[in-house]
């Protein structure tokens, strides 16, 4: 008789794979519907955002590091802004702060809400797409109040912010604020306990404590394995220190943990941006007083000769930052967000380097998904949270 | 955890190994000679009052016209200590890094990233190829010697291109085949 010949099957997915979040390829090696192995092929939208920074003044290169994870666009300009006030030595006013701390939680919201849009739409659960856009579009509308841009507002800048706060701020945070909270119970009431959603999730993509550490996966995929590092808790920074919040986790580190990890994290995002509202006056300082890095207010521009000179200084030849290096680590909402800064003591960058948690998560794709099963892997992809424009950058 | 706290604790572990302190404005700051790289990695993973688990951020910067022209620089966390530390490793042009890769699993595509944007090599690494470029693309674009404001098509493979005639032939030799 002869001998039965069995062989894996090669599989294409991606990059045009609408679960892939963005352009990401993967070749999967197929034993039935079991996994062997995968290749991750990435690069697909790199730019060359970094090579571009070190052509551009330091305050121009903020449009250009937003649209690099473009779910959590602030989450960059924040890491990058306070990467170059830590060499210029800057230290920001309280109400600075405080609206860099409410707009870096509204955009960990807003980019939650894609997260778990997509996530549970790929896993099958489709109307959950329209009811986070929904959410999502109301922070849309703020970002589009405080700049006139609604996905990359470019408002946080070396030095503080663009400018003060619109008319009608606090209402539209405080609109917000007081109907989301309802609006999770309901996204939960779809999924925590569906058991479609559950059989789909749990169990699924397991990855342990030391192997997420041992990968660089610092962020909501560490915290879905038990350990509560989180950038705002173990080094704060805009004085998260001054908030009470807590840090959520669970011990799983499956796609289900990390699934509640995040629902919870929005609601500690509420509770951070209740009290930040709250800690902020609707007009005030929106920049640190340094003549350095912020332009003289335009009144003054127009009576005085050395404001005047100034202002035609910072917008000419930029400001020039002190020789050194800095890496400033942020909590983004896909996990540590770092900018690396290297200043030759010139108005330009000599080096900008983005941490990506993306582009670790996605190394350790191929890991996690080993001896899954093909359907499996949207699952993973969609819990890990992956976003290709900081991937590839 | 300062830069001396660390070299001091490194100091029994890695043997007659010079490690240097550097200034910075954020945390602790060592040059590690590249030959003892592999060691002093290994030793602030394990020991304990270090912990290193966790890599961050491999990454490097061209600091042409200086010699050596690169630093490699490797960010560390470690989660128990509440510590950070960046290591730094002067590599010239045409030097060979050791991988790390066999201490931190996720130091392979920052390795990778690497190799591709500077052109360091990474001796042991078992898989540096292209990342983020495509794989046919000649030179390392994060290097300062690299040009920036050249117009250069992306070069990718060949689209299929016929010729109105071949265009023609075909529609024809088709035209007969339906006939039989």
Known sequence: MAELRTETMTVNMGPQHPSTHGVLRLVLELDGEVIQSVMPTIGYLHTGIEKTAEQKKWQQVIPLVERMDYLGAQSNSLAYAMAVEKLLGLEMPGRVKDIRVLIAELQRIASHLIWLGTHAMEIGAVSMLFYAIRERELLLNINELIAGFRFFPSYIRIGGLREDLPRGFHESVNAFLDRFPAKIDEFEGLLTKNDIFRRRTQGVGVITQDDAMNWGLVGPILRATGSDYDVRRYFPYLGYETYTFNIPTASEGDVYARYRVRIAEMRESVKICKQAISRITPSGVWACDDPRVVPPPKDKVYSEMEALIQHFLIYSQGFTVPAGEAYVPIEGPRGEHGTYIVSDGTNRPWRVKMRAPSFMAIQSLPAVVRGGLIADVVAVIGSTDVVMGDCDR | ?180
């Open chain 2, 1 to 180: 955890m300062t830069a001396s706290d660390i070299i001091n604790a490194l100091a029994p572990l890695v043997p007659n190994a010079s490690f240097e302190e550097a200034s910075s404005v954020d945390f602790a700051t060592i040059y590690v000679p590249a030959p003892r790289l592999v060691e002093t990695c290994r030793a602030l993973r394990d020991a304990d009052g270090l912990r290193f688990t966790t890599i961050i951020e491999i990454t490097a910067a061209d600091y042409l016209p200086r010699q050596p022209r690169f630093e490699v620089v490797y960010h560390l966390l470690s989660i128990s200590r509440r510590a950070r530390v960046r290591l730094k490793v002067r590599v010239g042009e045409g030097d060979a890094l050791p991988t790390v890769q066999g201490i931190w699993k996720g130091a392979g595509w920052l390795e990778r990233e690497v190799w591709d944007m500077f052109g360091i090599v990474f001796d042991g690494h078992p898989d540096l190829r292209r990342l983020l470029m495509p794989e046919d693309w000649e030179g390392h674009p994060a290097r300062k010697d690299y040009p920036v404001q050249i117009h250069k098509t992306a070069q990718t493979y060949e689209p299929l291109e016929v010729s109105e005639n071949e265009f023609r032939a075909n529609i024809e030799r088709d035209r007969v085949k339906r006939a039989h």
